[in-house]
């Protein structure tokens, strides 16, 4: 008998590429052939390719700008190399179903499974919809929500709320494993420090730039992006520089009792999940399209986070920044515990499954 096939799509930051992760096993469970379909250099590349059993196909793709850039010319000729490529990878993969994370890898994809009669079911994690998703949604037989709040962006008669999805493997981080992993003792509270899948230069300077004091109190694990340590910094007691953590995040997770990370939708979700009082530093304005301060302001009105903004990190040293987060710590926990609006992996992929063909 012939095994049932699903693609996945997605890619461009780990926030793209995390849920389709946390699908991986289930589907594999469930006796699926499972395909995923990205760039050529992206991230979803090195992550999914981690994943035995899973097939990766990568596609031309373009960035979709809203600024000005010689690329915005040449890269919709990608975009549309990109559609032909997956079209002809849809019809010889013949999966039942497509689920798109998003990014701007999935429009290609989402187009070419549109010409293939197959349909995609699309998830947005972002209380707005991003660029990439805002052109495939129409395309979509059904698109699921992290926030209640979007179904206000999205065709309501194919929309529907879930929550976040949150991958099990987080709740089985080791605090004695995180510890041991960076060489920290466990005696002082430990803050993380996270900028994404790439570093964020500006969470980067706030930490350095104040780091003598934060030790006085706390331990930091600080996950700097790939290129982004600071060798003037190695060797400080206390202070662990870490580039990127992809199967040791559970255990650093564990092991650190506050963090102060930018506000994309699962980092944030994963963290109410284990319950760590966060300070939110979306990314600004100026560099986005804005969707991480929604998103942090919304778990700020649920009083699930304390925010600052980016451009006040200069005037605001990193010590004053934690000691805010650790006088709001008791209304946080307390929120905390009260929220639960999550999916596990197997309920989101029975609700995928419901849209195959």
């Known amino acids: 008998m012939t095994r049932p096939t699903i693609v996945l799509t997605g890619g461009g930051t780990a926030g ?3 849920v389709n992760e946390a699908l991986i096993p289930v589907l594999r469970d469930k006796q699926y052939d499972i395909h995923y379909i990205g ?3 992206g991230i979803e590349k090195e992550l999914i390719r981690r994943h035995q059993g899973v097939a990766y196909h990568a596609i031309q793709s373009g960035k979709l700008r809203r600024y000005f850039s010689v690329k915005n010319f040449t890269d919709p000729f990608r975009v549309v190399a990109g559609v032909g490529q997956a079209y002809r990878l849809l019809k010889r993969i013949r999966p039942s179903i497509v689920f798109s994370k998003g990014g701007f890898v999935s429009v290609p994809v989402v187009l ?3 010409l293939a009669n ?3 079911v699309a998830h947005e994690s972002d209380v707005t919809p991003g660029l990439a998703n805002k052109i495939s949604l129409p395309f979509a037989a059904h698109i699921f929500t992290v926030f209640e709040s979007t179904l206000d962006y999205v065709p309501a008669d194919k929309s529907t709320h879930v929550g ?5 493997e987080l709740f089985e981080g080791k605090k004695e494993e995180g510890l041991r992993l960076t060489g920290l003792t466990g005696s ?3 803050v993380i420090v996270m900028g994404g899948s790439q570093g964020s230069k500006a969470l980067n300077d706030m930490i350095r730039d104040d780091v003598s004091n934060v030790l006085q109190s706390y331990d930091v694990i600080h996950l700097c992006g790939r290129g982004n340590r600071d060798a003037s910094k190695e060797g400080m007691e206390g202070y662990v520089q870490i580039e990127y953590a992809t199967t040791e995040l559970p255990h650093l997770l564990a092991a650190s009792d506050y963090a102060l990370t930018r506000a994309g939708s699962n980092a944030i979700f ?4 284990l319950e760590k009082p966060m ?3 979306p990314l600004s304005a100026s560099q986005s399209r804005g969707d991480q301060i929604l998103n942090a302001r919304h778990f700020e009105s649920l009083k699930l986070a304390e925010v600052i903004e980016e451009e006040q990190l200069p005037m605001v040293p990193a010590s004053e920044i934690i000691a805010r987060l650790i006088e709001a710590e008791p209304v946080l926990r307390e929120q905390m515990k009260k929220a639960s609006d999550v999916k596990t992996p197997e309920q989101m992929v029975n609700l995928i499954l419901l849209h195959e063909n």
């Open 16 to 18: 793209h590429v995390s």
């Open 39 to 41: 760039s050529h250099d």
């Open 112 to 114: 070419a499974a549109k």
């Open 118 to 120: 197959i349909p995609v």
């Open 164 to 168: 976040a999805i949150v991958r099990p």
């Open 188 to 190: 002082r509270p430990v």
């Open 270 to 273: 994963e963290l109410l999940a």
């Open 279 to 281: 300070m939110l530093i």
